[in-house]
């Protein structure tokens, strides 16, 4: 056992400076948690030395047998590896839900976040947790310990953490939050299922093209030199195609990576943005998906806020800087604007005809209840259910749109062989 000096904050503001004798560092946090107290700061007392060199030469040894390679490395590659990246929906619904299950155990927040660090959190780094857990400790709030980190929390998770917090209810907030980064984890998991199976079809197909036009193709054409005989139309077509694959393919490369450069700096401007947007939205068979999609992004954002106490501005606020769609973006922030003059959120939703009817109807009916957030949740689910069978739709379209496309591809193939080898047969029984 070892003694511990602490400096603690009672919840009255009173700040206590006592000793305890503790197991090591750790403990005597718990300690400290248990008696109400917020701990400020925690250190071995002096006289017992060997209790601090033992608590070092613990910290030391973990690190002992690892060597950190990175070190090695230029100073802006090491910040490169190690910069923090966002995590996925997914990630995050993990680690909220973790934490919202420490508290309804009965830990103290600190007591918790100090377990969240050596709980298995994917895509949050453990000194994230460490980090609000010594802020928490200092006397901040678990909202304002997260928006020091905006790349791991966003806006949003740091509004419903502080109305959790103003309102006494932050395990539940924190559950509902995992639960809105689930349905929004399993909508976009919908999205990247119906884009992979064209995609990957299409990329099989494309090099197997690419094959069959610059090797084996000329192969076959060498039968027909020297040969008097005139080729086929369809045969001298598919001919002039493989000898541009073959001789110009690094033409077709530079082609393509300029027009995607063009496209990319077009992309970057905020009317090449916006028409990209537009494009999207009104694009046959897949805009229907995107247009659901962003207003049940909308609805389930707007109505996770609101419920947990958020006000209406920062709520609008909140849901703009999420919605990806410039479009979508200006008609809510529009609405933000007119709902500041004390107007209600369906008039200006509708003026921006943006938004279906169906959602202004929904919309009203909540405003007439004074059940705003579960409206919004209503036309969630009606919108997700809706994106559910609308990829469906586009599946089932695409797959045979796809399977003529390459059965017309291996067809012309077919036949522009064929015809040269009946046209070279014709020629040999003259």
């Not at 750790?26 to 300690?31: E, K, N, R, W």
């Not at 017992?48 to 070190?71: F, H, T």
């Not at 077509?237 to 001789?247: A, K, Q």
């Amino acid at each position: 056992m070892a003694q511990f000096a602490y400096k603690a904050r009672r919840r009255t503001g009173q700040t206590v400076s006592d000793t305890l004798d503790a197991a090591d560092r750790a403990a005597a946090l718990v300690q400290i948690e248990r008696m109400g107290l917020f701990p400020i700061m925690v250190d071995v007392v002096k006289g017992s030395a060997a209790a601090a060199a033992a608590a070092a030469k613990a910290e030391a040894e973990p690190k002992a047998g690892k060597r950190d390679l990175s070190v090695m490395l230029p100073r802006p590659i090491r910040d490169y590896l190690n910069r923090p990246r966002k995590p996925k929906l997914q990630e995050l619904a993990t680690f909220t839900q973790q934490m919202a299950n420490l508290l309804k155990s009965g830990m103290p927040l600190t007591v918790a976040l100090n377990s969240m660090t050596h709980l298995e959190s994917k895509g949050i780094p453990s000194n994230v947790t460490k980090d609000l857990k010594q802020d928490v400790m200092e006397g901040k709030s678990l909202s304002d310990a997260m928006a020091k980190q905006p790349i791991i929390f966003s806006n949003l998770y740091v509004n419903m953490v502080r109305a959790g917090e103003q309102s006494g209810a932050l395990v539940d907030v924190l559950r509902r939050l995992a639960d809105h980064f689930e349905k929004f984890a399993q909508v976009q998991s919908k999205f990247s299922s119906a884009l992979i199976y064209p995609a990957f079809v299409a990329g099989v197909g494309v090099l197997i093209m690419f094959f069959f036009m610059t090797k084996m193709l000329p192969t076959f054409m060498k039968i027909f030199d020297g040969m008097q005989i005139e080729l086929p139309l369809a045969t001298r077509i598919l001919i002039g195609i493989s000898n541009v694959f073959r001789d110009y393919w690094w033409l077709m490369l530079l082609v393509v990576g300029i027009s995607a450069a063009v496209f990319k700096r077009f992309q970057a401007t905020e009317a090449g943005k916006r028409k990209i947007d537009s494009w999207m939205m009104n694009a046959p068979v897949f805009g229907k998906a995107v247009r659901l999609n962003l207003f049940g992004q909308f609805a389930r954002t707007l109505s996770t806020l609101l419920e947990n106490g958020v006000p209406v501005l920062t709520a609008l606020e909140i849901s703009e800087q999420i919605i990806p769609n410039r479009i979508v973006k200006e008609a809510i922030a529009k609405t933000r604007e007119e709902v500041t003059d004390g107007k209600t959120i369906a008039q200006p939703l509708h003026r921006s005809k943006i938004f279906p009817q169906l959602m202004i109807d929904l919309l009203k009916i909540g405003e007439e209840t004074g059940n705003v957030p579960g409206a919004l949740q209503n036309i969630a689910d009606t919108y997700e259910n809706e994106l559910a069978i609308a990829l469906k739709v586009m599946m089932d379209l695409i797959e045979p749109v796809m399977i003529v496309v390459m059965a017309a591809g291996v067809a012309f193939l077919l036949l522009s062989v064929l015809s040269a080898m009946f046209a070279m047969t014709s020629n040999i029984s003259r």
